[in-house]
C-alpha cells in the first residue's frame, strides 16, 4: 500500500462536553488509567510522551521523553541538564506535550512551561531507578558528539567498579522537569475525521473549557 492510501476509520468512541471532568487533569488521570487497563500492545508505553522544545530562535526539536508523576497538577519528566533539550528550556521554557494511545484512538496535547524540579526530587527519583539507569546517567553526556558506542562502554566498565557496593550519587547536571500547563487537549478519533476535540484554557487560575473544530 502506498502512503497516501494508508488511512485508519476512527469508531471505538466519542467525547462530550457532558462526560468530561471539570478539571483537565482529572480528566487526564482519567484518559491515563484507562490507556493502562485492558488488552495494552507489549510494545506501548502509555507514559510515553512527544516533548517538542524550541531555542530562543524558534527552531523547534522533538522527542520521545516517558512521564514520571503529576505533581500539584505539574506534568514530571527527567532528563539530562545539558542535553539539546535541556539548553532549550533554559532559553525558552514553552514547550509542548503529546501522549498518543493508539489502542483507544485518543491523543492529549498539552502547552506549557517546563521548570527544573527541586533537588530533593530528583534525587529521590535517580535512587530509585535501577542500577543501570543511575549509572549510564553519568557515562552519557547527552547530545555531545562522540566517536564510538565503545567509549560509552568503557566508560560504564569503570564507573561499575568505581561504584561497586556503594550509592550511586545523582549527578549536578542530572534531574527532574515540571510542565505547568496553561493549555489542555483531549482529541478522541472518529468517523470521517470528525474528530472530538475538548480544549481546556487556563485563565486567572482557573479554568475554562470549549469544544473546537477537527
Not at 484518559?31 to 523547534?60: C, H, I, M
Not at 532528563?79 to 528550556?89: H, L
Not at 531507578?129 to 568503557?154: M, N, Y
Request: charged share 25%; glycine share 6%; with cysteine.
Amino acid at each position: 500500500m502506498s502512503i497516501d492510501q494508508m488511512r485508519k476509520s476512527y469508531q471505538l468512541s466519542g467525547l462530550t462536553e457532558q462526560e468530561v471532568h471539570t478539571d483537565p487533569i482529572e480528566q487526564f488521570r482519567l484518559w491515563f488509567d484507562q490507556a493502562k487497563q485492558g488488552d495494552v500492545p507489549s510494545w506501548l508505553e502509555v507514559n510515553a510522551v512527544t516533548l517538542s522544545t524550541a531555542n530562543a530562535a524558534g527552531r523547534v526539536t522533538s522527542r520521545i521523553v516517558l512521564l514520571k508523576g503529576i505533581d500539584s497538577g505539574r506534568f514530571v519528566f527527567f532528563s539530562n541538564y545539558e542535553s539539546n533539550k535541556g539548553k532549550q528550556i533554559e532559553e525558552n521554557p514553552n514547550v509542548s506535550l503529546c501522549f498518543l494511545w493508539p489502542h483507544l484512538e485518543r491523543q492529549v496535547r498539552i502547552s506549557g512551561r517546563a521548570s527544573k524540579s527541586s533537588r530533593e526530587v530528583s534525587i529521590e527519583y535517580f535512587h530509585s531507578r535501577p542500577r543501570g539507569s543511575q549509572l549510564g546517567a553519568h557515562v552519557s553526556e547527552q547530545s555531545a558528539t562522540i566517536d564510538g558506542r565503545d567509549i560509552l562502554l568503557a566508560t560504564l566498565t569503570k564507573l561499575e567498579s568505581r561504584y561497586e557496593g556503594k550509592v550511586i550519587p545523582c549527578p549536578e547536571h542530572w534531574g527532574g522537569y515540571l510542565v505547568e500547563p496553561a493549555e489542555i487537549e483531549f482529541w478522541q478519533g472518529r468517523e470521517n475525521r470528525l474528530h472530538d476535540r475538548i480544549v481546556y484554557v487556563s485563565q486567572d487560575d482557573r479554568w475554562t473549557m470549549h469544544r473546537v473544530a477537527p
